[in-house]
């Protein structure tokens, strides 16, 4: 079992920055995509970034230019830094990761962390 604990997030001001990071823990497992997503009540989750082991990066259209994800393998970690916030940027946001373990390949979801932006 791989667990997703999210940290970061709360209420910034439009134009401002706000960094968030996601841990996995568990036994005997190898993480491959790890990314984030997010969600505002009355809408589907939407992927905002994600990153492979290999650090190769994909943004959603709405974000690019103004986040950057990054990630430690070997700390088994992935940080979104979100630059130039607007108000449509507030949601939940939830880390996400697909990974290989004695159980085959799955994929696990972090708690989520509220951002808000506004004045």
């Known amino acids: 079992q791989v667990y997703l604990v999210e940290s970061g997030g709360g209420l910034v001001q439009p134009g401002g920055s706000v960094l968030l990071s996601c841990a996995a823990s568990?036994?005997?497992?190898?993480?491959?995509?790890m990314g984030w997503y997010r969600q505002v009540p009355g809408k589907e989750r939407e992927p905002v970034a994600a990153i492979s082991s290999g650090g190769i990066t994909d943004y959603g259209k709405s974000v690019k230019g103004r986040f950057t994800v990054s990630r430690d393998n070997a700390k088994n970690t992935v940080s979104l830094q979100m630059n130039s916030l607007k108000p449509e940027d507030t949601a939940v946001y939830y880390c996400?990761?697909?990974?290989?373990?004695?159980?085959?390949?799955?994929?696990?979801w972090g708690q989520g962390t509220q951002v808000t932006v506004s004045s």
């Open positions: 568990g036994t005997r497992f190898r993480i491959n995509v």
């Open positions: 996400n990761a697909d990974y290989y373990s004695d159980d085959g390949y799955s994929e696990v």
